[in-house]
């Protein structure tokens, strides 16, 4: 109880726009409970990211590459799209606004994990009980979702592409029991 998690199992599919001291990114979300695809939209290695917070690991697909980085999955990864916020201790209603076609209310949220405070404003639809949009009170940190879409998601966006291999096998250099002896 309070951990913000939603009684039904959430899938959706979203585009996701963050801003993060002054860069932008953009993203397609594809999510199921403790599950989600993140396809990035910007320039870098990693076009595809999967979550697994089953299997408490995130993979990195490298596609041009056919290769795949896992890494452990760290509670940071998540995606706040619950309608309270972990560690939230007060929520005030500021307004009422239409995002993407949906009503919402405008909340300030106030977080503590620790002794560290955080201040939020979020965008609520009260359609969906999906946050639209989130943001940092200084306006450091922002993401909204747009065309989202309360959907079934298939299993096969959560799993590695069977022609994959781990990139740690691509990188794997010769160990000195492998080189031939005595030259």
């Not at 320039?43 to 995130?58: E, H, L, Y």
């Amino acid at each position: 109880m309070g951990t913000g998690a939603p009684a039904w199992a959430l899938e959706f599919t979203a585009d996701r726009i963050t801003k993060i001291d002054g860069r932008t990114a953009t993203a397609i979300i594809y999510h199921r409970d403790n599950m989600w695809r993140i396809e990035h939209r910007t320039m870098g290695p990693v076009n595809v990211s999967i979550v697994r917070k089953d299997k408490q690991v995130v993979w990195m697909l490298l596609s041009r590459m056919k290769r795949f980085k896992t890494v452990p999955y760290s509670a940071d990864q998540d995606l706040m799209v619950t309608e309270t916020l972990d560690g939230e201790v007060s929520r005030e209603e500021i307004g009422t606004e239409t995002r993407e076609g949906h009503p919402t209310v405008l909340y300030e949220v106030t977080t503590k994990h620790g002794e560290r405070t955080e201040v939020y404003y979020q965008w609520l639809a009260t359609d969906i009980h999906f946050p639209m949009k989130l943001a940092k009170k200084d306006g450091s940190w922002i993401v909204e979702y747009q065309h989202v879409k309360l959907r079934p998601v298939t299993d096969y966006l959560f799993q590695l592409p069977l022609n994959f291999q781990p990139l740690e096998e691509f990188r794997k250099e010769p160990g000195p029991e492998t080189r031939e002896q005595g030259l």
